[in-house]
């Protein structure tokens, strides 16, 4: 279930005008020593986030909170939540809200090939993760650190999402690379679930894409605020301010850059940081070391041009600043930086920083900005459902000295077994400690807790609240809430419908190993969806996209050892009604032996198209006069979700029916539980061919990009699928049309393309909603699903 809107709705920061003096004054706690700051090959960038923890500048980590001390500001969910953190703060050692206000849950998202793998291993070199930078399918064959999976290596691609634990002077990290391509679409949501913040990576030249889009969706439906980096600043036709203005209006975000890039291209030196107007060059090996200079003389003009941009914008939002900005003031530093964090918390403002990942540029003002600008675990509002208490929202706060709270996010085999990524939510959790399995109601000890990083760990003790672990060897599905004895559940992510399914069979007998892996991809993925077709017999896996299902036939085959046949890939179809129905069924056997004799009366109808794109369905009781015993209604209900299963036109599931049961019949002595479920799944059969029934198709958003000689082709070949084109766009030699197309005509066009434009086309697509087929189709599709059956008879 997504969330309800307005319900993670971050918190700002304290209003306890804690000044950078009164920070610097306050000792640090023990073993939190500056001496971490020693002269290693990583110096250069940890002083700067040394700096950036103890600077002048930092008014805004709180290291000690006051009951009473919290604003209230735009952004608090309730009154509750707010006096109730207020309360709870107060009662936190000041050694675990320090550590939180130095953690940073962040996800490192994008459009695909935008360079988060690459971002994300130099950020892993930087803190001092990784002792050498492997490339994504560089020459060294190593691959990426976050790459770990064979298949990533060798495709290139991030499939699943990796964490990585790592830390920057003062501040720690947990960090998410998310994979870009949508087939694999579940990632990036779980992800975005359980992070605080995030950074959206873009193309500095191909700005926003498609998926870029998709991202900026899923991270507004967490409300989780975001920086972007523009990343690619060394390739050509690099342009950082078009990209920023289409951040601004493609994606709707009040953006403005934090930065100015020296030079471009090949030319591209280094970035200027204009709230703190200095000139930030990399040096040494691996461009390690971050030299701070005076803003070279010919980028001064432009520098406080650019400056004054970000101002106006901040004013438009932070009410300090706009004063200022009214009465002609300059705003200092500090002032900057405080509005800058504020409102990027409170979503109503994006900062935008530049660099290139692959040139070792610019990459550690990025992590001091993620320190500067993210929130803390403290600065965001969660809640949980209390299941003994009809399901009452109940604060979540992050501090360690509270009963346990934890989200199992991610299930994972990996080669040391079963591996279970939690977020704690609030409490904290101990090795040996035992804690409580929400939705079975079974106890789990704590055998073994690592952190991770990518896929090797290390063994911890304990973990605090805010942060993300992994445990050994517990079996739960992803979404599940694990707590230390309380019926709580915090509320899980959105789980996309697949969109097409392929039959798989084994060519072996021996099938333990299939169904092993089956079960185990079902679990890690709910977007994986497994089932038997009940007249061929066969195995059919449902999911994202074809290079989503190829993955699992593969994983199948490497990690299980199974060969597998596939058959061609088919659309997820659905079936839906178009008018109100009534239905009046009685469903009787009275022939020898125990009799059965049930009767239903109601009706159905078309849902209205809900959030989920009318996929939602729904069971009403409406039976006043006790003609149905009540101890039957639930049997009922099971009846017509039999027959939601398998509609009754091609055989596919059944979307968008409201069932309104109003009255029936029972038989004192033959009526049973079963007689009812028949009698209530005949009586949507009847009904739901009387109302209207018509067959729906997944519709993709395809976005191709070109050089232009090849437009024609491009739009011809759209044309042929029946694809309705939406926008078409021409730049550097390049057009990119958007076209929506129904999936089931989108087979083999990678083929097409690329024969179409000599290998330079490339596209993606993205499922976008489910639409009526033509009727032509729904005929096709009938006759070929009765000669089917009839074959199979
Ligand atoms: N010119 C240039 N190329 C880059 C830069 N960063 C990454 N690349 C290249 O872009 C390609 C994609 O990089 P990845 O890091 O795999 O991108 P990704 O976003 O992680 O890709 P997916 O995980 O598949 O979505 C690789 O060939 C990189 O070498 C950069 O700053 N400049």
Not at 28 to 49: D, E, K, Q, W
Not at 110 to 137: C, M, N, P, Q
Not at 436 to 452: A, D, E, N, W
Not at 633 to 660: M, S, T
Request: glycine residues 8%; proline residues 4%; aromatic residues 8%.
């Amino acid at each position: 279930m997504p969330l309800p809107l307005g319900i993670r709705t971050r918190f700002l920061r304290p209003s306890g005008r804690l000044t950078g003096k009164s920070l610097q004054n306050r000792p640090l706690p023990r073993g939190l020593s500056t001496t971490l700051y020693s002269t290693n090959v990583h110096s250069a960038g940890a002083s700067h986030a040394r700096a950036l923890s103890t600077g002048s500048n930092q008014s805004s980590f709180p290291g000690r909170m006051h009951r009473g001390t919290w604003a209230c500001r735009q952004g608090w969910a309730s009154a509750y939540y707010r006096s109730y953190a207020t309360d709870v703060m107060a009662e936190a050692s000041p050694e675990d809200l320090r550590r939180l206000n130095m953690l940073r849950n962040i996800g490192i998202s994008a459009h695909i090939d935008s360079g988060k793998t690459t971002l994300t291993e130099r950020v892993l070199f930087y803190t001092g993760r990784i002792k050498e930078i492997h490339e994504v399918r560089g020459r060294d064959n190593v691959g990426a650190k976050m790459d770990w999976m064979e298949l990533e290596r060798e495709k290139g691609i991030t499939i699943q999402s990796a964490a990585t634990y790592a830390t920057w002077g003062d501040f720690n990290f947990n960090i998410i690379d998310t994979p870009g391509h949508v087939d694999f679409t579940i990632e990036v949501e779980r992800a975005l679930r359980v992070l605080d913040g995030a950074v959206l990576v873009l193309c500095s030249v191909s700005g926003v894409q498609s998926q870029t889009i998709t991202v900026d969706r899923q991270m507004k439906r967490y409300s989780v605020p975001r920086i972007c980096f523009i990343n690619k600043m060394d390739r050509a036709g690099a342009n950082p301010f078009r990209v920023i203005d289409q951040v601004r209006h493609k994606l709707k975000l009040n953006a403005a850059a934090i930065q100015l890039p020296m030079g471009a291209e090949d030319k591209f030196e280094g970035v200027i940081d204009l709230v703190k107007m200095k000139a930030y060059y990399n040096e040494g090996y691996r461009g390690m070391d971050l030299i701070t200079k005076e803003i070279p003389a010919e980028y001064l003009e432009k520098a406080q041009e650019k400056r004054q941009e970000m101002i106006a914008t901040l004013a438009e939002v932070d009410e300090d600043i706009a004063e200022l900005f009214l009465n002609e003031q300059d705003p200092s530093e500090e002032q900057i930086s405080k509005a800058i964090r504020a409102r990027t918390i409170d979503r109503s403002f994006t900062p935008v920083l530049m660099g290139s990942a692959i040139k070792d540029k610019a990459i550690q003002p990025l992590l001091s900005a993620v320190c500067e600008y993210l929130p803390t675990p403290l600065e965001v509002e969660n809640f949980a459902l209390d299941l003994k208490n009809q399901e009452e929202k109940k604060a979540i706060i992050p501090v360690s000295n509270l009963p346990y709270v934890g989200l199992a996010f991610k299930l994972e085999e990996g080669k040391y077994g079963q591996l279970t990524y939690i977020r704690v939510y609030q409490g904290q959790m101990q090795k040996g400690d035992t804690i409580y399995h929400v939705r079975t109601g079974k106890k789990v000890k704590v055998s073994r807790l690592v952190r991770m990083h990518s896929n090797e760990m290390e063994d911890v003790d304990k973990v605090g609240a805010g942060e993300i672990c992994a445990l050994f060897g517990i079996d739960c599905a992803s979404g599940d809430t694990f707590t230390d004895g309380t019926k709580l559940s915090m509320t899980s992510m959105h789980v996309p419908e697949p969109v097409i399914s392929l039959s798989l069979t084994p060519k072996s007998k021996d099938t333990a190993n299939f169904s092993k892996a089956l079960n185990r991809f079902q679990r890690e993925d709910p977007t994986f969806r497994v089932h038997l077709d009940p007249e061929s017999k066969e195995t059919i896996i449902s999911g994202m996209g074809e290079l989503h299902l190829d993955i699992y036939v593969e994983r199948m085959r490497r990690e299980y050892k199974v060969e597998c046949t596939t058959g061609k890939p088919r659309v997820a179809f659905r079936e839906t009604i178009t008018q109100k129905a009534t239905f009046n069924y009685t469903h009787k056997k009275q022939s020898g032996g125990a009799g059965q004799f049930a009767r239903v009366m109601g009706y159905i109808e078309p849902m209205e198209a809900g959030e989920e794109d009318g996929v939602s369905t729904e069971f009403s009781n409406e039976v006043l006069s006790g003609s149905i015993p009540t101890n039957f209604i639930p049997a009922c209900q099971k009846g017509f979700e039999d027959g939601l299963e398998k509609g009754w036109l091609i055989g596919h599931r059944i979307n968008g029916v409201r069932y309104v049961l109003q009255d029936g019949m029972a038989h004192a002595v033959d009526s049973s539980e079963m007689a009812f479920r028949l009698a209530a799944s005949y009586g949507f059969r009847d009904a739901f061919m009387k109302a209207g029934p018509i067959i729906l198709e997944p519709v993709m958003k395809v976005e191709v990009s070109a050089p232009v000689e090849y437009q024609g082709n491009v739009l011809s070949s759209i044309n042929k699928r029946k694809g309705t084109i939406v926008d078409t766009d021409t730049r550097d030699d390049y057009c990119n049309v958007t076209a929506m197309v129904s999936l089931n005509n989108m087979f083999n066009y990678s083929t097409e393309l690329r024969s179409g434009t000599q290998g330079k086309g490339e596209f993606t697509m993205e499922y976008e909603r489910h639409a009526p087929v033509m009727m032509s189709t729904q005929k096709e599709l009938i006759e070929a699903y009765q000669k089917s059956r009839t074959q199979k008879k």
